[in-house]
Each structure stands twice: as structure tokens, then as C-alpha cells.
């Protein structure tokens, strides 16, 4: 590989997932957090940096008072939504090059049964409060309202249908019957999708992804020195983040079928030194089926507007040109802010995929998106020993 | 559940005080940068062209044309859910900015981007307006 990858992830960690959990927020951080640190053969004590995911994440004192971490170096947030755990392995590696850390915890976890729904939580975000003070006072609550009319433009603009979002439902569900830690466990059809009750149109029930209990945590190290530690070396080649034009209210969005995915995912890929055919396995952020298909296009997998043609034809199977979400997603696993996409990537260049391992995956990629559009992506490839 | 309007009320407080209080009177009122005339909506601190902070606002004609929408069938706040189901529509104003609006007419038949609409406001129990537009 010419590219001399900067960092690398040597520890995964992942809860069950549920719904109704009486576990709280903070003790599926930690428990997902000790899950990735003995998967990366340390201890609590070689942690000496935090960035925790989420705004409702705890402070990374939690983690030194929980953890017994005597010296912890550095700490910060990336708060991007969904596209913050990426966010933070990009400043995880940045920290690690500069010589500030060794090895960086990403914890995340969340218990959103026992808290209010997605619709209410979004309006106690200060990175939302254009939203609230002008949109929410009219009805529009929730990100599927919110998302609605950037996948309403794309269908009038390109002719992308429902049908077409059923297909990233159903190719995303069937990769999640393959996944004992998924929450959704019966097989869907595109009549199924179809005939599931309209949410906010076009998003019908099965538009929408989960709302779900668990944590997720990942350890990244220096690439150097993940030579040496327990499992096989996932290497980041590649990995930016990218923040749309009008990020804080999509109303006002130039270009409303366009996220902050199309400013990073060039960047990130000519960092990589990769091209799209040497992409085996993409785990992309599907909050909503039309996200897919959109940063689909947005990474320059097709032109602008093809993305409705690309996913047709089981495309995002495992059997396809572009097994996509092979753990089953935020739409059929389970929502854990994105992270559960970060550990599967790992886990499939690990060959550690299970049932739903693509056949010698050595370069995937994973992406996240959140907060009315702000993009991540890293790329990573299967390490050296 | 009572039949009071307790829909989420906007702050109305620093800048977007003058946007809301000219709801009240039934005017869409849009920030207007003296530095370098420019419109922007929703209001900001600075001028993202001139970095002033210097600006007025414009009563906009209310004219604009459909550029997208979402008819919302599930129920995400009991203040609405007598409402459903309801048009959220994107609309671009004839003044060169998008505004978010109530399609007055519940569930818009045959919409298409493009179409044109009118403003109106709405009074809320809260005394400012809901934005509301209608196909002319």
C-alpha cells in the first residue's frame, strides 16, 4: 500500500442491542468501552485520551472515575450527530500523530427508551436551535419531517422512487437476518415496504431507522504500534468530514439533495489512494433508506441522480457489486448513532464477519451523516502484520 | 389531552424578536444587510458575504414558488395531531431566499415544484403568526 496509514483501529466493542432497557446511557458506555479495550488487549490504565460520541454522552470524567485511568492527556467531542464517531477517529488520529496520545477510546452508548423521543431530544440541541426557534413552532418536530422534503426534491428532480428506497430497506434487512445482534429478525419484501404506513411522505415505517438501546466503542492506536497488539490491524487510510452549505437549517439549502458527504469523500479517498472499484464493503449511515442512496451518489459511487438506478438490482447485497450495511444498520440492527457501523467495517477486515463476511474483504469503507447533514467517511483496508 | 393550543412557541428574543413580532402583524419580515444588501433568512449575527452586522429588515411580497414538501401522517407532537395530516412546504420567495410554511390547503393535490403560492399568516394562541402558503 503506498499510503502510510496514520492510524489504526485495534479494539471494537458492542453490547446486545434492545429496546426497553433498564441499563442507563452511562454503564452501556462503560461496558461497551471495557468490551473494546480487553478486544484490543489493553487495560483501562493505557487509555490517555476520551472523545465520547454523542452530546448526551458523558464527560470523559466518567470514564477516568469508572475506568481508573491515572492519566488521561487529552479528551474532546465532536458533536456532528451521526457522523461523529468518525469525526472522532479522525481527531483521535490527529492527537496520536501529534505524540499527545497512544491509545484513544471512542465510547458511545444510549438508552432512549427511558428518555423522550428523537423529535423532542433534537429541540434541546444547540446546534439545532434555527430549527427550533423557527420550524418547530410550525410542526416540524422530527428528522423525518426534516429529511422528507430533501428526498421529495431528489424524487421530483431525478424521478427516484419509493420502490427504489425499499430496495435499500430490503437489502439491508436481509443482511440483518444474518446478525444475531439485530433487533429485526423477519424477512421484508419491497410489497412489505410498500404497504408499511406513511410516516412523513415519501418516508413510509420502513423508511425510518430504529430507535434502540446499547453501546459501542472502538479503540484507535498508532498504526506502528498496532503491528503488535492482539487482533489483526484495521488501517485508516483515508478519512475526512465535510459540513453542507446551510447546516443549520436545511430549508435554507442551496442544493438539497447534496450533504456535507460531497466535500469529504474526495478528500478522503485521495488520501486513501484508493479508487470506488477497490471498495469491497461500505457501511453507509442510513438513518433514513433515501440517505444511502444519497451519499451513495454524493461519494461519486454515480452521477447525481442515479442513485435510485444503482440500488436496484440487489446492488447492496452481499452478493452485489457493493455489499452495503452488512450487520443490518440503523434501519433493521440497531441505532447506536453510527457506530455500529464502524465496528462492523472493523469486524469484516478482520474477516471476522460471520455469516455475512464478504469473501476476502481487504478495503471498505463507512460513513456517517447527522445533524441536518454533516458527513463523515473513513476508508480503511485490512493491515499488515 | 385538552384542546389548548400547546404548540412549542418560538423564544422570540435578540434576533429573531423583529421576525416573529412582524408575524403578529401578518408581514414576512426578512434581514436585510446594510453593509451589503444581501438577504438572509433565518436572521444571523453576521453577513456571511460582508461579515457586517449592520442590517434592516424587508416586508417580502409573499410571492413565492414550490421547491418541496413533506404531508406529515404520523403524530411526532399532540399539539398537531388534530392537524394531520399536514403539507410542510419549501418555498422560495420572489426575494431570493427559501422559507419553511403550512400548505394552507392540508394536503396539497398534484403539487409540483414550481408552482406558485402565496403567503399568509395564521395567528397563533401565542399572538405570532404561522406562516402559511397557498396555491394561487
Known amino acids: 500500500m503506498k499510503v502510510r496509514p496514520k492510524g489504526s483501529v485495534t479494539g471494537i466493542g458492542e453490547t446486545a442491542y434492545s429496546r426497553g432497557s433498564q441499563i442507563s446511557s452511562l454503564e452501556y458506555q462503560l461496558q461497551a468501552s471495557l468490551m473494546a479495550i480487553a478486544d484490543a488487549g489493553l487495560s483501562p490504565k493505557d487509555i490517555d485520551g476520551v472523545i465520547p460520541i454523542g452530546l448526551t454522552g458523558a464527560p470523559a470524567e466518567e470514564f477516568i472515575t469508572?475506568?481508573?485511568?491515572?492519566?488521561?492527556?487529552?479528551?474532546?467531542?465532536?458533536?456532528?450527530?451521526?457522523?461523529?464517531?468518525?469525526?472522532?477517529?479522525?481527531?483521535?488520529?490527529?492527537?496520536?500523530?501529534?505524540?499527545?496520545?497512544?491509545?484513544?477510546?471512542?465510547?458511545?452508548?444510549?438508552?432512549?427508551?427511558?428518555?423522550?423521543?428523537?423529535?423532542?431530544?433534537?429541540?434541546?440541541?444547540?446546534?439545532?436551535?434555527?430549527?427550533?426557534?423557527?420550524?418547530?413552532?410550525?410542526?416540524?418536530?422530527?428528522?423525518a419531517q426534516l429529511y422528507a422534503p430533501m428526498a421529495r426534491r431528489h424524487m421530483e428532480l431525478y424521478g427516484t422512487t419509493s420502490r427504489q428506497l425499499a430496495e435499500v430497506a430490503v437489502a439491508v434487512r436481509t443482511h440483518a437476518l444474518l446478525n444475531d445482534n439485530a433487533l429485526m429478525t423477519k424477512p421484508m419484501t419491497i410489497a412489505d415496504h410498500q404497504a408499511s404506513r406513511m410516516i412523513s411522505d415519501p418516508f413510509r415505517l420502513f423508511d425510518c431507522s430504529l430507535e434502540s438501546d446499547g453501546?459501542?466503542?472502538?479503540?484507535?492506536?498508532?498504526?506502528?504500534?498496532?503491528?503488535?497488539?492482539?487482533?489483526?490491524?484495521?488501517?485508516?487510510?483515508?478519512?475526512?468530514?465535510?459540513?453542507?452549505?446551510?447546516?443549520?437549517?436545511?430549508?435554507?439549502?442551496p442544493d438539497m439533495t447534496r450533504?456535507?458527504?460531497?466535500?469529504?469523500?474526495?478528500?478522503?479517498?485521495?488520501?486513501?489512494?484508493?479508487?470506488?472499484?477497490?471498495?469491497?464493503?461500505?457501511?453507509?449511515?442510513?438513518?433514513?433508506?433515501?440517505?444511502?442512496?444519497?451519499?451513495?451518489?454524493?461519494?461519486?459511487?454515480?452521477?447525481?441522480?442515479?442513485?435510485?438506478?444503482?440500488v436496484e438490482n440487489g446492488r447492496l447485497s452481499l452478493q452485489g457489486s457493493l455489499p452495503t450495511n452488512t450487520h443490518g444498520g440503523l434501519l433493521s440492527q440497531a441505532h447506536m448513532l453510527g457506530m455500529n457501523h464502524i465496528v462492523e467495517l472493523v469486524r469484516q477486515l478482520r474477516h471476522e464477519g460471520g455469516k455475512a463476511q464478504v469473501k476476502d474483504a481487504t478495503t471498505g469503507l463507512v460513513t456517517g451523516y447527522g445533524d441536518l447533514g454533516d458527513g463523515a467517511i473513513a476508508i480503511m483496508s485490512r493491515g499488515m502484520r | 389531552m385538552t384542546m389548548n393550543d400547546s404548540k412549542p412557541t418560538p423564544s422570540a428574543d435578540g434576533l429573531s424578536a423583529p421576525y416573529w413580532e412582524a408575524t403578529a402583524r401578518g408581514e414576512l419580515s426578512i434581514q436585510h444587510c446594510t453593509g451589503c444588501d444581501n438577504l438572509r433568512h433565518y436572521p444571523s449575527v453576521l453577513c456571511p458575504h460582508c461579515y457586517s452586522s449592520d442590517h434592516d429588515w424587508?416586508?417580502?411580497?409573499?410571492?413565492?414558488?414550490?421547491?418541496?414538501?413533506?404531508?406529515?401522517?404520523?403524530?411526532?407532537?399532540?399539539?398537531?395531531?388534530?392537524?394531520?395530516?399536514?403539507?410542510?412546504v419549501t418555498v422560495d420567495l420572489e426575494e431570493g431566499v427559501r422559507a419553511l410554511g403550512l400548505l394552507g390547503d392540508g394536503v396539497g393535490q398534484n403539487l409540483k415544484p414550481g408552482m406558485p403560492l402565496q403567503a399568509r399568516f395564521q395567528t397563533r394562541s401565542d399572538g405570532f403568526g404561522d406562516l402559511i402558503f397557498d396555491i394561487c
Open chain 1, 259 to 310: 450533504l456535507g458527504l460531497a466535500k469529504a469523500a474526495p478528500v478522503a479517498f485521495e488520501m486513501a489512494g484508493v479508487s470506488h472499484a477497490d471498495i469491497d464493503v461500505a457501511e453507509i449511515y442510513d438513518c433514513f433508506t433515501w440517505v444511502v442512496l444519497c451519499q451513495i451518489e454524493d461519494m461519486g459511487f454515480c452521477a447525481k441522480g442515479e442513485g435510485g438506478a444503482f
Open chain 1, 66 to 143: 469508572n475506568l481508573g485511568i491515572e492519566d488521561l492527556r487529552y479528551s474532546a467531542l465532536t458533536p456532528m450527530g451521526g457522523a461523529s464517531g468518525i469525526a472522532a477517529i479522525q481527531t483521535a488520529m490527529a492527537v496520536i500523530e501529534a505524540g499527545i496520545c497512544k491509545h484513544v477510546l471512542i465510547p458511545s452508548g444510549r438508552n432512549v427508551s427511558s428518555g423522550a423521543s428523537a423529535g423532542v431530544r433534537i429541540h434541546q440541541m444547540p446546534q439545532f436551535h434555527y430549527i427550533t426557534e423557527y420550524e418547530y413552532p410550525l410542526g416540524a418536530i422530527a428528522p
Open chain 2, 58 to 88: 424587508i416586508i417580502a411580497s409573499g410571492r413565492g414558488q414550490l421547491h418541496s414538501w413533506t404531508v406529515t401522517h404520523h403524530s411526532f407532537h399532540p399539539a398537531f395531531s388534530a392537524l394531520l395530516p399536514y403539507t410542510l
Open chain 1, 215 to 253: 453501546g459501542a466503542a472502538l479503540i484507535v492506536s498508532a498504526a506502528d504500534r498496532a503491528r503488535d497488539m492482539r487482533t489483526h490491524p484495521v488501517d485508516v487510510l483515508g478519512i475526512a468530514e465535510g459540513h453542507p452549505d446551510s447546516p443549520s437549517a436545511i430549508t435554507h439549502r
